[in-house]
RNA sequence: GGUCGCGUGGCCGAGCGGUUAGGCUGAGGUCUGCAAAACCUCCUACAGCGGUUCAAAUCCGCUCGCGACCUCCA
């Protein structure tokens, strides 16, 4: 566990240090995507940065619960008037599917996308729709508390009456009475006794597919309510993390709030946690502005704005690259920076796995050296410790790069260093990048046996002074994307950055 | 219009009162059959104008520019 940590509190909007309601258990619940489409790069993003903080977490000591969920129900398109239709039943129409099968089709989707990114499972990833009973259930209890209303076989969040005993607005900071006078102006919102009342439940019209029954009739549940079933249900009432991105932070994430207030008089969650947007010329990313990537464009580079594809990993290193609660901008300059960057960590990866020392030749410290590296291997999690900056991180881990590798071709001897601080440099690096950061080697060839033998030619060539047939053999591998790397003593190879 | 946030070197992107961020690009060097890789060195920026301070990219004010949210969006 790790008493250093602090994260930034979107409800006090300042760095808090990380305490447990319930150490060493961490609940977490994030809000995931509603399957209607393709994921894209901001998807990635968020999914990538709350996977840090999950895999960070854990890597602490914490006993995570990470609840991520799907939503396939009840998400509108027009959340304020009813004109609105649900995102999943459009699309179905569109494609002549059934609703499930659009749910389906894009979850797959999305775990393909995030399986490609690698990004770890949740603990538990519940569906909208398979806890109506559970936002009946919770809807009822804000009714009966008298924090809702019923309008024509929908009920309303009531939002004045809210306000006498809470303040709604407390999370994304917002006045309820401006709320309120701002909207009060317009009328004829049928059934809301106010714009700003938002919808538990909702009367399903007679050509909605999904609908369920109620005690108010057939209908269907409210897209925020979702969030406050299943979270409470898997998490209970009150709970240490709630994720997301920043644009959920007014109204879904606020509602949030409100909905659990009504229900069980408690703010659910202790730490809310919002990530930044990808922009892409200065702008938000997004679906509905039309101006977004598929993750799976982006890996094969099919999309106008793509000069190449860039390979998941490279996506991941990207989006590291940055603090998760600034905006990131795309551009094809900086992914390919990223491919470079994120191959030369790779490389390091596979260096300090090979080095060792010699139990047979003595230690002779270098002092200096040896705080060095210390200093550098505690430089990384000082970045992480800080709201999981995993920038921060990224720059010490090549700082620590330079000493490995000047250890890998060796201009410094491994020996100079303490039998721990080599231990530690180690554990640091291969911790960090693959269980923290969560990058790992692409292969390109699973043919590690021809490679290698290919090497030998390559020796044998070399010492002939054959060097036509060396130049050969470095094109082969050149054509595949690898490199010869040569050193005084071995013949080793590495990926093409 | 309201609320909030941001403007860092050729590009991306940390830092947020005093210490080299880091990556990519570019230049030079070591090494090498030539390369590549790796290592070393260099290119030292904080939108503008004021103010506070011994000291400001970092705090305050103003100006300019950009964006997010206020329907849905990770």
């Known amino acids: 566990m790790n008493a250093n940590l602090k994260v930034y509190n979107t409800l006090s909007r300042k760095k808090e240090v990380f305490e447990p309601l319930n150490a060493p258990f961490v609940g977490m619940y994030v809000c995931g995507p509603t399957v209607y489409s393709d994921p894209h790069l901001g998807h990635a993003r968020s999914n990538i940065n709350f996977d840090v903080i999950f895999r960070y977490l854990t890597y602490l000591g914490y006993k995570v619960r990470y609840v991520r969920n799907i939503t396939d129900v009840g ?58 009973p559970e936002q009946i259930k919770i809807t009822n209890e804000i009714l009966q508390n008298g924090f809702a209303y019923e309008s024509n076989g929908s009920v309303y969040l009531d939002i004045e009456k809210y306000a006498t005993r809470y303040a709604y607005g407390e999370l994304s900071g917002r006045n309820t ?30 050509e909605h597919l999904m609908r369920w029954d109620s005690p108010w009739g057939e209908g269907f549940p409210g897209w925020h309510v979702e969030c406050t079933a299943m979270s ?38 202790k730490y809310w946690l919002h990530n930044n947007m990808v922009t892409i010329n200065g702008q938000k990313m997004a679906r509905s502005l039309g101006n977004f ?32 609660r600034g905006t990131l901008d795309f551009s094809n300059e900086a992914l390919i920076a990223a491919a470079k ?63 490995i590798n000047s250890f890998s071709t060796l201009a410094t001897d491994v020996h100079t260093i303490s039998i721990d601080t080599f231990a530690q440099m180690q554990k640091t690096y ?22 290698h033998n290919l090497l030998e030619l390559y020796s044998e060539a070399k010492a002939q002074k054959d060097y036509p047939k060396v130049d050969k053999i470095r094109a082969y591998f050149k054509a595949e994307g690898l490199l010869i790397k040569d050193s005084k003593t071995t013949v080793d190879w590495q990926y093409e950055e």
């Open 232 to 269: 409470t249900k898997y998490l209970g009432k009150q709970f240490d993390i709630h994720g997301g991105g920043m644009d959920l932070q007014f109204p879904h994430h606020e509602s949030e709030v409100a909905q659990a207030n009504a229900c069980f008089g408690c703010n659910p969650a």
């Open 177 to 206: 009475e401006d709320l309120l006078e701002g909207t009060r102006a317009l009328e004829g919102q049928e059934g809301k006794k106010n714009a700003m009342d938002f919808a538990l439940w909702k009367k399903a019209s007679p």
């Open 341 to 403: 960057a994120y191959k030369k960590i790779i490389n390091g990866l596979k260096a300090v796995k090979k080095l060792a020392q010699d139990p047979e030749k003595p230690i002779a410290t270098n002092e200096a050296l040896n705080e060095e590296i210390v200093k550098l291997c505690e430089d990384c999690f000082t970045g992480l410790n800080d709201d999981f900056n995993t920038a921060a991180a990224i720059a010490s881990l090549f700082n620590l790069l330079k000493k």
């Open 75 to 132: 998400h509108l398109t027009d959340e304020v008037s009813d004109a609105g239709e649900d995102k999943i039943q459009k699309k179905a129409k569109l494609e002549k599917l059934e609703p499930m099968e659009v749910v389906q089709q894009y979850t797959n989707s999305f775990h393909q996308m995030l399986k490609k990114i690698n990004v770890l499972p949740p603990s538990i990833e519940p569906r909208a729709s398979g806890h109506i």
């Open 430 to 451: 291969i911790d960090v990048v693959e269980n923290i950061l969560g990058l790992v080697e692409e292969k390109i060839t699973d043919s590690d046996g021809f490679i």
């Open 293 to 324: 990537i598929a993750a799976e464009q982006l890996f094969i580079g099919e999309h106008p704005l793509l000069e190449r594809p860039y390979s998941p990993m490279t996506v991941r290193f990207f989006i590291l690259q940055a603090q998760y």
